[in-house]
């Protein structure tokens, strides 16, 4: 599948309805996925997004040292690799092999790209910030790109059955996302 | 409709999946509802949530000065007060007249509640982040109650078609909360 750029301007819009995010980072030899629901856009200019990572998970590490990542959305049909990058620690198991999930070069970054998420947001990390027992990371967003068909421009095309995003509600319950509806 | 207490071991699960929210503010005898996607929770222990606020709304002013303020959760029905009071200034309207919003007391906090949300959450500031054009505020939550049929002990009740939450896509696209799904 063809990735497209999506203009920087719009870099929030692809996570923006909060859904559950695969964050992929790399240092040194070792990489690692992580699902985090904890995600949110901070900033328009410049270009932030913020993610809060457990300061005891292995991704903590890798983004603290290598200072970038990478944010990837998956969808609905792969809920069960997504779920299990949420539960095991990639100190013990290399979440790559185990899901199947195929590695793409990034742009910008060490860290790769899961080729079968549908958007994917390079991010350098510009701010580190304690928040309990979470840390939040604050990237500035270098590169945002998306398969053919899931952003008309503008917006996320929520109404195309291949971009069914999953947003988390506690343990292993996701809703899917829904039907889009216009405000007066 | 009578508000329930929510166990804070749960509180970010009103929020997890990414709803828009309604954040009230108060300080002195100036009130405000501000309309926000950009928030997350943060930590578990203590119990942290995280809001981005645009360092020129009224509102960032009214939350820096009296260090509090409270999550609303609207639904889906209120969708033209919801893109309202995200489109205009408090420095010049009273959204709560202009909605016609009914303000309940919270419990510790000076802010208001309001009552044609069904969830709540008092947040008291315990850090202010700088975060470009935004600024991120890290709330202790001190209270959630949601209205009855809301949350089923462990889990919000997407099911119940009263809770019907909005997710924000951008300009005035709302995505309404979809079906829930479980991983093995």
Redo the contacts between chains.
């Keep these: 599948m063809k990735k497209i750029e999506v203009p920087l301007i719009?870099a929030n819009?692809i996570i923006?309805?909060?859904?559950v995010i695969l964050v992929t980072s790399k240092y040194k030899d070792k990489s690692n996925i992580i699902t985090l629901?904890?995600?949110?856009?901070?900033?328009?200019?410049?270009?932030?997004v913020?993610i809060?990572v457990h300061k005891k998970h292995f991704s903590h590490m890798l983004i603290t040292k290598s200072k970038e990542f990478i944010i990837n959305i998956p969808t609905?049909t792969v809920?069960?690799a997504?779920?299990?990058c949420g539960s095991v620690s990639g100190r013990e198991i290399d979440k790559f092999r185990k899901t199947g999930f195929t590695e793409i070069e990034a742009r910008y970054l060490n860290a790769p790209l899961i080729k079968e998420c549908i958007g994917h947001m390079e991010c350098r990390v510009k701010?580190i910030?304690?928040?309990?027992?979470?840390t939040?990371f604050?990237g500035e967003v270098l590169r945002v790109v998306v398969n053919e068909g899931v952003f008309d421009g503008?917006?996320?095309r929520?109404d195309n059955p291949r971009v069914?995003t999953l947003?988390?509600?506690?343990?292993?319950?996701?809703?899917?996302?829904?039907?889009?509806?216009?405000?007066?």
């Design positions: 719009y819009r923006n309805h909060g859904c629901a904890w995600q949110m856009p901070v900033s328009h200019k410049p270009k932030l913020s809060a609905r809920i069960d997504i779920h299990f701010k910030y304690a928040g309990g027992d979470h939040i604050l503008k917006f996320l929520l069914q947003h988390h509600l506690g343990e292993n319950r996701y809703m899917v996302s829904g039907v889009v509806i216009q405000a007066v």
